[in-house]
Nanobody
Framework: QVQLVESGGGLVQAGGSLRLSCAASRSIFSINAMGWYRQAPGKQRELVAAFTSGSITNYADSVKGRFTISRDNGKNTVYLQMNSLKPEDTGVYYC??????????WGQGTQVTVSS
């Protein structure tokens, strides 16, 4: 497994921006899939953005054009740049990594709150 530590959450007004970081305990170069999920109060955890099959990006329809996922292999870190934030983006954001032969790892989550 891989240890994941998220950071960068906080309180922001609607229309603002935040950048989340997910630092991994090992090289992410060969991790099969890695990305961000979120869970709003009373709702199921959902995909926000992820790298799959190494470099292919996948975004939830609700964040396309506003959020960008990126990675720095040298720092073993994946980022989520969130622009034009909306109150409905509020939730706990989790980093996830899927490693072939080692299963799925989750971070502890970071709270994002967008006020109207």
């Amino acid at each position: 497994q891989v240890q994941l530590v998220e950071s960068g959450g906080g309180l922001v007004q609607a229309g603002g921006s935040l950048r989340l970081s997910c630092a991994a305990s090992r090289s992410i170069f060969s991790i099969n899939a890695m990305g961000w999920y979120r869970q709003a109060p009373g709702k199921q955890r959902e995909l926000v953005a992820a790298f799959t099959s190494g470099s292919i990006t996948n975004y939830a329809d609700s964040v396309k054009g506003r959020f960008t996922i990126s990675r720095d292999n040298g720092k073993n870190t994946v980022y989520l740049q969130m622009n034009s934030l909306k109150p409905e983006d509020t939730g706990v954001y989790y980093c996830r990594a899927d490693v072939v032969g080692a299963g799925t790892s989750w971070g502890q989550g970071t709270q994002v709150t967008v006020s109207s």
